[in-house]
C-alpha cells in the first residue's frame, strides 16, 4: 500500500511539472481572406495595449503587415521591388491576427548547429511533442540570412484565391542583420493563422526597425540567438 501511495505521490508531482501555459487568441481566419475575399479589418491593435502583448497578421485589405511588439504597433508597406518603409503607429487593423496579450517568454537551450525555418518549425514540434495548444515563439540577435514578404494588393481589388491575394506581394533578402522573430506555432491552426503547409507563422523586425515582414526563409546559427517560448 506505501509503495502504491508512493507511485500515486510521484505521478501527481510530474503533473504539476511547469508546462507551457498560453493565452494565444486568434481573430478571423486566413482561409476567409485567401478565399472568401474577407479583407475587412476585424480587430485594431491599440485593444491589445500591454508591454506583454506580441501578435501579427496582414493589414486590412492586405496592404502590408503588421507586428505587434512588446505592446507596440508596427508595420510595413511595399514601396518597389528593392524597397518597403516601416513604421511605428498607435493601431492597426487586420483581416485576421495571433496574439498573446500576457506572454510570459522563458529562454531555453536549443542544439547548437544552424537552423532554417523549418527546422525551427520542426524542433517546436519535437521539443513540445505533447502539447496541443499554440506557442509564442520568440529568437533575438543575429540572423545570417532572412527573407521576408510584405503584400500589397492593388485599391480595390477582390480576391478569391492565394494567388490573388498574393498579387503585389514583394519578397527582400538580407544578410547579417540583427533583430527579433516572433512566431506562432499551432498543430491545429492550418489555414487559421498558419499556411496550410506549416506549423509555423513569424514576423520579423530588425533591431533598427528598418526591415520588417513575414519570415519566408531564415538561416541562423544557435549561438547567435536567444530562444524564447511562452510559458
Known sequence: MKNYLLVLFILFLASCQERPKTSVKVTGQMRNVMWLGDLEGKIATDSL?????????PIEYLKGEILLFEGQTFFSKVI???HHKVEQTTSSRAPF?????????????????????????????SLYSDYENPLLIR???LFDAITVHSVDLAEGSTVSSPDQA????????????????????????KAVFTHHDSFFHAHFISDDRDILGHVDAIDFNSTEVTFKVSK
Open 139 to 141: 529568437i533575438d540577435g
Open 166 to 189: 498574393h498579387e503585389g506581394l514583394t519578397k527582400y533578402d538580407y544578410k547579417n542583420i540583427s533583430g527579433s522573430l516572433i512566431g506562432f506555432f499551432s498543430r491545429k491552426h
Open 49 to 57: 495595449n500591454s508591454t506583454t502583448a506580441y501578435g501579427l497578421g
Open 97 to 125: 491576427f495571433v496574439y498573446s496579450t500576457a506572454s510570459d517568454l522563458k529562454e531555453i537551450n536549443i542544439p547548437q548547429k544552424v537552423f532554417t525555418l523549418k527546422s525551427t518549425e520542426n524542433l517546436i514540434d
Open 80 to 82: 518597389d521591388s528593392l
